[in-house]
């Protein structure tokens, strides 16, 4: 029996990590301002507000409005980096990004807090599982799903260096962090965790965590799975994906959003075109959220631990 | 620039206008018409920029947003004759591969043009955001933004609107073209304005009023408008015009909107405008 040590560094939320980037970068480069629509504390944008007051854009409960605030204040060469929760910074405001951000290449960085199920309690109106879809299918549009507090501070810092428009998804609860603090954070190039030979688990966002838990599960029980951190849906690492899937022959794809649109229909396309192979989805399927606690939701809607174990398996036996 | 001049580059613009529409039997000549005065006056007269150094960043220099961008053979017209491209590229106008989209856009690359617009009602904001940083980069140049008046209908202006007065930007002169019409009829008829004067100004604008077609009262009313900035108050402008104006069948009705003109229509506009600048 094989077992696979993963360091595991503390435990915080994504949040906390895009709030401490901010301030980071915004100490960094005295273009970077932010806007936020009535959820500073939510966001962890105190501490850039805090430091910055004058680089920082109460905008109230306005979502239109501050992405195109946002997109003016591009122009006199300004870096924006909007605040809300994920339903909020796309679903909602779909058009002004569409229009003034994406069609206008405009350099706007769109932070997303609380995306997906694990926002809880709130519920299905705040639980978006739609973004990563509706953000990829935009022209022009970098979408970046980072996996603890460590890699959502990098990629923060490190989406001021591309000039061009932003989603930046992360989450509210705690979760385990396992990213090094000083690891380089590279837009487009993916993150291999888990090094293995029977079958490819490529996840995003909190679901990379389940995966490393799952690959270790797999290991004790003789099956060798390698585990892909996907952190850039777009542009999408396909060299990352088809080194791995042309050594295992088969792929779990495992995200917290709706099975359609997400990271697995853009590993589905990616395969389909070059070597198509077994893939089995763990995602929502065509289901709204609910109210409950984060882990009682992932398991509630299939996308925890044992169901990448079960699709592990699953897709392995497909092989033949 | 003397009013005499300004009347003649707005006839040739209006010209430009109803030549573009007609050449590729589309676009947007009633509001455009109706705005010739106004955009004439704002590029020839009244902004500071630099027609033939185009920045996108717009730093140093006025900027302009135009929010209702259907009416973009207007705005085409009157950045070519500014100098922003060649007067010879209104031709290619929603032809397939031009610079001259349909509705403005930055993705080709055009001079002059620095937000995509056509959806309506995302410009005030973005006019916003430039004007605050504006101020950050202490930046004394204006930003200024046109808007339709059925645009209004749209609920993002009237979170700008609020956003603009709350925090007191007061380097921005936007301005509605109250011309009463939309595409399915009369403003009042579809769904009416009220009170507009009423209305900017219980969200804290300073509101004023002038006639489209009147070039010195739109040089004057600029003129005041500048008084005004810096004062802790955005200002609006309500200019009064008439949708189609300078062509006689097309004046008084909505139904010029968005179609063109047939070869005798176009005989027949072009007869009741001047040709100053010469034809592109």
């Keep these: ?320 | 620039m003397e009013v005499k001049e300004l009347e003649q580059i707005a006839s040739q613009v209006r010209r430009d206008i109803v030549r573009m529409v007609a050449g590729v039997n589309s676009g947007h000549p009633g509001g455009s018409l109706g705005c010739a005065d106004f955009l004439t006056v704002l590029y020839f007269d009244e902004m500071n920029h630099n027609p033939t150094d185009f920045k996108m960043d717009g730093i140093d220099e006025d900027v302009f947003y135009l929010s209702n961008g259907h009416i973009s053979p207007v705005w085409y017209s009157v950045l070519a004759r500014s100098g922003y491209f060649p007067v010879s590229e209104l031709g290619t106008f929603r032809k397939l591969s031009s610079r001259l989209q349909g509705h403005p856009s930055t993705d080709k690359g055009l001079p002059g043009v620095r937000m995509a617009s056509g959806s309506l009602g995302q410009g005030l904001s973005c006019a916003l955001g430039t004007a605050q940083v504006k101020k950050l980069n202490n930046d004394p140049n204006l930003v200024f933004s046109l808007h339709g008046d059925g645009e209004l209908q749209e609920g993002q202006i009237w979170e700008a609107a609020m956003y603009a007065a709350a925090k007191k930007v007061d380097n921005i002169i936007a301005t509605i073209d109250y011309n009463g019409r939309q595409i399915d009829g009369d403003v009042d008829d579809v769904i009416s304005l009220g009170n507009l004067n009423a209305k900017w100004q219980a969200f804290g604008w300073e509101v004023l009023e002038m006639d489209g077609h009147n070039i010195a009262e739109i040089k004057e009313t600029f003129a005041k408008a500048r008084v005004m900035t810096g004062k802790g108050k955005p200002i609006v402008i309500i200019m009064k015009t008439e949708m189609g104006q300078g062509v006689d069948y097309m004046m008084g009705s909505h139904k010029w909107h968005g179609v063109a003109p047939n070869e005798e229509q176009l005989a027949s506009a072009l007869s009741q405008l001047e040709e100053t600048l010469g034809d592109y």
């Design chain 1, 1 to 320: 029996m094989k077992t696979i040590e993963f360091e595991v560094l503390g435990k915080k939320d994504t949040r906390s990590g895009f709030g401490e980037g901010l301030l980071e970068i915004g100490k960094q480069n005295k273009n970077v301002v932010a806007l936020c629509a009535d959820l500073t504390g939510s966001l962890k944008m105190n501490a850039f507000e805090d430091e910055f007051p004058e680089r920082f854009f109460q905008v109230g409960i306005a979502e239109a409005n501050m992405m195109g605030l946002a997109a003016g204040m591009t122009v006199g060469g300004k870096i924006p980096y909007t605040g809300t929760f994920a339903n909020f910074s796309t679903g909602r405001v779909y058009d002004q990004i569409r229009q003034s951000i994406a069609y206008s290449k405009k350099n706007v960085k769109i932070c997303a807090s609380h995306a997906g199920l694990t926002l809880g309690e709130d519920g299905a109106t705040h639980q978006i599982l739609e973004d990563i879809g509706l953000m990829k299918m935009l022209p022009n549009m970098t979408v970046i799903v980072p996996a603890d507090f460590n890699q959502t501070k990098q990629a923060t810092i490190a989406i001021a260096e591309h000039d061009g428009p932003v989603y930046l998804r992360f989450g509210r609860p705690s979760v385990p962090i396992f990213v090094k603090p000083d690891a380089e954070f590279k837009i487009g190039k993916a993150d291999l965790l888990i090094e293995g030979t029977d079958v490819t688990i490529i996840a995003c966002g909190h679901l990379v965590w389940k995966s490393i838990e799952a690959a270790q599960q797999l290991a004790e029980e003789g099956i060798s799975a390698e585990v892909i951190n996907m952190h850039t849906i777009k542009p999408l690492d396909v060299k990352a994906v088809l080194d791995s899937v042309g050594k295992t022959k088969c792929v779990v794809t495992a995200e917290e959003h709706m099975a359609n649109g997400g990271l697995g229909d853009s590993i589905a396309q990616v395969l389909s075109q070059h070597t198509p192979a077994p893939q089995e989805y763990v995602a929502v399927n065509d289901k709204f959220g609910e109210s409950g606690k984060p882990e009682e939701l992932l398991t509630k809607f299939g996308i925890d631990t044992p169901d990448i174990v079960k699709a592990a398996k699953k897709v392995i036996q497909r092989k033949n």
